[in-house]
Each structure stands twice: as C-alpha cells, then as structure tokens.
C-alpha cells in the first residue's frame, strides 16, 4: 500500500458544488431601485410612443431632416413602430430583471448612441422637443440630456450588478413574457396608427370646444398701439386717440396683464387658401361640420380621394358641412382640387396644429356646436357603413372607445402575465412548504 493509502486522514475530500453567494440585502435593494428607475423610465416612454406612432413618426421626420438624412424618411414608420415596441418591452425587461446580462447592455448601447445625440439637440436646438416621451411629458433638450446621463450611468451599474437579484420570471419562460409584451405594444401602435391614440395627451381632446383668435379674447383684452413724432404709445379701447389727434395707429397687442387668458391651445385659425382671409368663425359656425384634415398633402394617395368623396356625399345626405383643411401649397391645393374632383372647400391652417387636433393623413373630425364629438383616420371608416347610409354622421364613429380599448389590452396584459407567473413560481410554494415541516 501507498503512503497516502496507509494515511486517510491526507485523502483530499471529494469538492461539494458551492451555492450562489447571497449578496447583502442592501445591494440587492439598490440594484431593485435602480431597475425600477431604469426599467421605468424605458418602459413610459416606449409606452408613450406606442400610444402615439404618428406623433413618433413625425418626430423621427424632424431628427432625420436636421440631421440631413433625407433619404431614410421612407423609414420613419416602420422606425416609429420598432422603436416604441423595442422600449417598451426593454423597459418591462429591466423592470422584471429579464434576461438579466442581454437588457442591461442592450439599453446601454441605446444610452451611448443617445446621449451624445441629445447632448448636440441641446447645444443647437435643431429640434425643439426631443419627444422621449411624446405629448405626455415635455422636456428641455437640456433636461433629456441629463435625463440621458443619469439613465446611462444607471444601466452601466445593471451591466454590473443585475445578477445580484433574481429574476421575477425563470428562463423557461422568458420568452413568453417577452412575447406577451410584444403583442401589448404592437396593438398599441396599430390603434393609434390606423384610427386614433387610445389616450389622447393633446389639447384637441374629444370634448373641447374649439376656440379662435376672435373668439379667445374680446376687444377689453387688447391694447392699441398708435405712434406720433416717432414716439410709440398704448392706448385702452375707451381712450383711443381720434383721427385727427395726430396719432398713427401702428398695431394691435394683447394686454400684459394676469387677468387676460392669452390664446388658448385649443384655439385654431382657419384660412381660405386663395386668399389668405381668416374664416375660423365662419366655419366653425355650423351647427354641424366634418373636417377633413390633411397635414402632408403630398404624401397623401390618389385613391383616398375616392372614400373622401364618398364621404362627401355621405355628409351632405344627412345634411352636415364639410370642409378640407391643409397646410399644403397653394400649388399642391390647385392639384389636389383638380385631380380629386373635391366639391368640398379647401382651407389651409398650421402644419402643427392640424396635426394635433386628430392622428392620420387622411384624418376626420366630426364636430358639433364647435365641440369635437369623434375623430378617427379615414382608412379606419367602413366603406360599407357609407354605402349603406343608414348610420348617423355621429354614430358613423361610435364604435371606437379608447377607453374601453385600453382597458380590456391592460387587463388582457396583466392577466397573462399573473398566469405565467403563477405557472412558472407554483414550484416555489410547495419547497418553502416542505422547508417548514421539515423545520417543525
């Protein structure tokens, strides 16, 4: 026998398999804030823009053309949808602690690619609002730059630190999790793409009563200003200078006083196109009227022009005004009237707020007495309710309720989401049960 055979005692001990270390407590707890922080901040703004991919896709038009990057606008859709899904199904990762090593780093070379992007945004301001988090919170282009440090320095700490706490969820079924999420953000984005944001975060609400230049303020709310030996001065309406004073009207100014409400951000103004006159009151006068609004009118097909006439025809049979409002050229107007046949009026009003008052290109407004009662993208209207024509011009919209919509996705969501945890974690129940008999 060898000498280390005569001696047991020197036989090395067969190596036992050594657990995960337990991290502290307080480490696992600041890495569960910091995905709560991280997480929740991807997981808003993915959701924001899920909501809204129109207001992404032309915020994603803004970036490219200040960047000069003209020749990637046939993108921005298909950039609108993948980037609302991808953060927030990114963010739910984080938050869940999914895949815990892949999230981290992934929101991090997304955190390095934008940061410096925003840091020049803020420094040129060649986009005024960098829509993180669409019309649902604004910010500065210097509050999302630091926003975006802070998020960076926190998913570098995840890259770290993310495996000193588990994951909600286990690896097996990761990737329904995953799936589940995916099919969450992308009916987000096909209702607020194809008919209308299922929460609406701009002024133009269903329900507001659309004001105009005229009707926001009376003539109290104003000064008058009339100039006289190169001298400027403000007058109130009761004490303005007669004609023959020697005073020069020069310009009308609203007063600089708490007590006068400034134009509102419902308020619009409506141009005849051929002319420039302001016929906001004019229009807006119908007991009844249906907007057709058309923000990019170069980009619009020949083929809705059709279903716009239809439409036409539609309204005029139940006796409601119609009215196309644009911001297009007069030259694209000319056009569009030739072409499409319109026997509608075209008026022209702001880019923007066109674009705000309802989602599309096409987009219908149905208002009443001034108020928006619906409104809804064209291609989102059956062409068999028109052909029809037994429906109102008011129920022609009925059938889309935001609110209904998004409740039943949210409980949709939330009910999955328990079944798989349930599912995966039950195990888990019966070891601690186990683990307590055993200890009585």
């Given at each position: 026998m060898t000498k280390?055979?005569?001696?047991?005692?020197?036989?090395?001990?067969?190596?036992?398999?050594?657990?995960?270390?337990?991290?502290?407590?307080?480490?696992?707890?600041?890495?569960?804030?910091?995905?709560?922080?991280?997480?929740?901040?991807?997981?808003?703004?993915?959701?924001?823009?899920?909501?809204?991919?129109?207001?992404t896709y032309y915020k994603l038009n803004d970036y490219l053309m200040a960047l000069g990057w003209e020749s990637m606008l046939g993108l921005t859709t298909f950039g609108a949808f993948a980037l609302a899904i991808v953060e927030f199904v990114l963010g739910a990762m984080i938050v869940a602690g999914l895949c815990r090593r892949i999230a981290p780093l992934?929101?991090?070379?997304?955190?390095?690619?934008?940061?410096p992007l925003t840091l020049w945004l803020a420094v040129t301001n060649a986009v005024p609002d960098c829509g993180c988090f669409g019309d649902m919170i604004a910010l500065s282009n210097w509050a999302t730059f630091f926003k975006n440090i802070a998020l960076l320095a926190g998913c570098i700490y995840l890259v770290i630190r993310n495996k000193r706490l588990m994951s909600v969820?286990?690896?097996?079924?990761?990737?329904?999790?995953?799936?589940?999420?995916?099919?969450?953000?992308?009916?987000?984005?096909?209702?607020?793409?194809?008919?209308?944001?299922?929460i609406d975060f701009r002024p133009y609400k269903v329900g507001t009563t659309l004001a105009t230049n005229a009707t926001s303020h009376n003539e109290n709310d104003y000064v008058f200003v009339y100039e006289k030996d190169g001298v400027e001065k403000e007058f109130a309406l009761d004490s303005v200078p007669d004609d023959d004073s020697g005073w020069n009207y020069v310009d009308r100014r609203t007063k600089n006083s708490a007590n006068v409400v400034e134009r509102?951000?419902?308020?619009?103004?409506?141009?005849?196109?051929?002319?420039?006159?302001d016929v906001s009151d004019e229009m807006l006068a119908n007991n009844e009227l249906l907007l057709i609004l058309?923000?990019?009118?170069?980009?619009?097909?020949?083929?809705?022009?059709?279903?716009?006439?239809?439409?036409?025809?539609?309204?005029?049979?139940?006796g409601v005004a119609v009215a196309g409002l644009t911001s297009g050229t007069d030259e694209q107007i000319a056009e569009w009237n030739d072409i499409a046949m319109a026997h509608y009026p075209l008026y022209t009003a702001d880019g923007s707020e066109i674009k705000m008052i309802a989602r599309g290109n096409p987009a219908i407004v149905y208002m009443r007495d001034r108020k928006i009662v619906w409104k809804r993208t064209l291609m989102?209207?059956?062409?068999?309710?028109?052909?029809?024509?037994?429906?109102?011009?008011?129920?022609?919209?009925?059938?889309?309720?935001?609110?209904?919509?998004?409740?039943?996705?949210?409980?949709?969501?939330?009910?999955?989401?328990?079944?798989?945890?349930?599912?995966?974690?039950?195990?888990l129940l019966f070891r601690i049960k186990r683990r307590i008999k055993k200890e009585k």
């Open positions: 280390e055979q005569n001696n047991p005692q020197e036989t090395p001990a067969p190596q036992q398999q050594s657990e995960q270390p337990q991290h502290p407590l307080w480490q696992r707890l600041v890495v569960a804030l910091v995905r709560m922080l991280v997480g929740g901040t991807f997981l808003i703004s993915g959701f924001a823009k899920a909501i809204d991919p129109w207001g992934m929101a991090t070379l997304i955190m390095m690619y934008m940061t969820y286990g690896p097996a079924v990761q990737w329904i999790v995953l799936f589940v999420l995916f099919v969450f953000a992308l009916s987000l984005c096909i209702h607020g793409y194809f008919t209308q944001p299922l509102p951000k419902d308020a619009i103004t409506i141009a005849a196109w051929d002319n420039g006159d058309i923000p990019e009118m170069d980009k619009v097909s020949v083929a809705y022009t059709f279903r716009i006439n239809e439409l036409n025809e539609y309204a005029n049979q139940h989102s209207i059956d062409a068999d309710d028109l052909h029809d024509g037994e429906q109102s011009i008011e129920e022609l919209g009925s059938d889309f309720v935001p609110g209904d919509i998004l409740k039943s996705n949210l409980t949709s969501l939330i009910v999955a989401l328990l079944l798989v945890l349930i599912i995966n974690r039950t195990h």
